[in-house]
């Protein structure tokens, strides 16, 4: 649970609950937009520690924005941080 662990290393429905998107945004208040693949999108908000988590069941690949930045590649993982280490701002990249 802590901001930046790679949520569904254990949130894959075991004794921890299974959620479908996870990852660290960053900061409280952040917004994490979602279009799936089939054209169905909700809004996440991150909660005080900057992270954001669902269970809603989604088609991917994702389509994703934090605060209106898009990110430019189709998401395929909803583990945003085994990507993001420290959450969308810290660059991407697969190397956090
Ligand atoms: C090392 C394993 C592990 C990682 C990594 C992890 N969690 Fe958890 N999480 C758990 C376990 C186990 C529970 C259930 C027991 C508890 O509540 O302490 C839990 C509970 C939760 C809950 C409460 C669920 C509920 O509704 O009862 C939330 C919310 C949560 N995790 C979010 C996250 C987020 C977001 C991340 C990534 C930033 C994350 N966790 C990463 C193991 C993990
Ligand atoms: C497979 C690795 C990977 C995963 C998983 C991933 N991302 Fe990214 N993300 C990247 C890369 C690489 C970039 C930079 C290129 C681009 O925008 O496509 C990026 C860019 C972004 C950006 C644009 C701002 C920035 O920091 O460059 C946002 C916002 C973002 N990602 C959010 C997310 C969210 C939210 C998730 C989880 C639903 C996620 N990403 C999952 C690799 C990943």
Known sequence: MSPGDDCLDCHSGGEAKAWTVAGTMGHQGSHLSITDATGWSFTLRANKVG??????RVTFPLRVAVDGQPMTNPVQD??????HGNGPGSGGGGGG
Not at 78 to 83: T, Y
């Open 51 to 56: 992270n954001f988590y669902t269970a809603e």
């Open 78 to 83: 909803g583990s945003c941080n085994r990507c």
